[in-house]
Antibody
């Protein structure tokens, strides 16, 4: 069974750093893209970026380029999304999702990680 | 960046009725269009890919159509579990995937 399990909710202060994770299981982790999607409170879905764990090829949405870093550790089948300096406006639910084989629609989703940034 | 525009923002439908949701792309995305359903407190769920292919386990009452810049998701007979928010997503441009703003299907 394909599963993406994300790390738990986080409460951080502005300026702090954060790295959240997404662990894949039940499939060949290195053969499928993993995407990250932001959903701000009461708002829609925003694509942040994608990574191909097999070779770490990474692409970012222009809106998120330079704001976050996406990485993966294929030895433990885990993708990451990290911030070096959080802002209150980063408060949102973050989802990871698997791109279908050779494609970029998302067929499996993680349960989401809620990040709250507040002083 | 390809902008995806969904309409209407909210659709009020009675159970058993047909719902028609629209998604328009600012430039052609060929058939590289997916639809997702999201219920409150849940992650999105893939419904349709390739503009018209139902994902595994998706009931036949969901159908997708269109190509180029105009797409439609039709729910033939709304069930109680179908009231949710629906998003389209283009994947024609792998360097810049984009989602539409969503259509909320609510009970009339």
């Amino acid at each position: 069974e394909v599963q993406l399990v994300q790390s738990g909710a986080e409460v951080k202060k502005p300026g702090e750093s954060l790295k959240i994770s997404c662990k894949g299981s039940g499939y060949s982790f290195t053969s499928y893209w993993i995407g990250w999607v932001r959903q701000m409170p009461g708002k829609g879905l925003e694509w942040m970026g994608i990574i191909y764990p097999g070779d770490s090829d990474t692409r970012y949405s222009p809106s998120f380029q330079g704001q976050v870093t996406i990485s993966a550790d294929k030895s433990i089948s885990t993708a990451y999304l990290q911030w070096s300096s959080l802002k209150a406006s980063d408060t949102a639910m973050y989802y990871c999702a698997r791109g279908a084989f050779g494609q970029l629609w998302f067929d499996y989703w993680g349960q989401g990680t809620l990040v709250t940034v507040s002083s | 960046e390809i902008v995806m525009t969904q309409s209407p923002a909210t659709l009020s439908v009675s159970p058993g009725e047909r719902a028609t949701l629209s998604c328009r792309a600012s430039q052609s995305v060929s058939s590289n269009l997916a639809w997702y359903q999201q219920k409150p407190g849940q992650a999105p769920r893939l419904l349709i890919y390739g503009a018209s292919t139902r994902a595994t386990g998706i009931p036949a009452r969901f159908s997708g159509s269109g190509s180029g810049t105009e797409f439609t998701l039709t729910i033939s007979s709304l069930q109680s579990e179908d009231f949710a928010v629906y998003y389209c997503q283009q994947y024609n441009n792998w360097a810049a995937l984009t989602f539409g703003g969503g259509t909320k299907v609510e009970i009339k």
